[in-house]
């Protein structure tokens, strides 16, 4: 079974034709496209700010607005997510097609949300607090595998329709 082809193992396509359609002809998808690539690279800018700050003790107002920039720019993308998700399936969160990526960024999103909190109250020192933005990071990162990988079935299900379809 490994060996199959990941079309071949799964059952269902991740869109039916109509919410192919409604994914292409959404605004929020452009929207989605630009702000994912956005949203990893402040992630990526930020990770370095952080570990720099705690290899060195330099940098933790850099540190601190790169999380805060990242957390502001996660907003965006949970919010536009979930009107693009509306527009498709019909449901603003947890449709069957993106239940656990969904779900992986109510994680994210509260870790984050987590962090703000720490710092705007003065909750923890600067290491504890980066620690929790850390840990935001390392779910954002299962859940931005998680995207990645549902890309990557929806342009297998496009080419098996394209196939079907000739």
Known sequence: MLDQPIRARRTAPL????????????????VQGVLAPLQFLVFFVSVILVVRYLSTGAGLPLA?????????VLYA????????????FGKYLF???????????MVVIALHTA????????????VTQLSVALAGY???VINAAQFVWKLRLARLDSASSAEVAA
């Open 15 to 30: 869109y039916t034709a109509e919410q192919r359609a409604r994914r292409n002809a959404s605004p929020w998808t452009l």
């Open 64 to 72: 601190t607005a790169s999380i805060v920039l990242k957390t502001f």
């Open 77 to 88: 993308i949970m919010v536009t997510g979930a009107i693009w998700e509306k527009d498709v």
């Open 95 to 105: 449709a069957p097609a993106f239940f656990w990526e969904d779900a992986v960024s």
């Open 115 to 126: 962090y703000l909190v720490m710092l705007l109250g003065k909750i923890g020192d600067p």
């Open 138 to 140: 390392a779910a954002y």
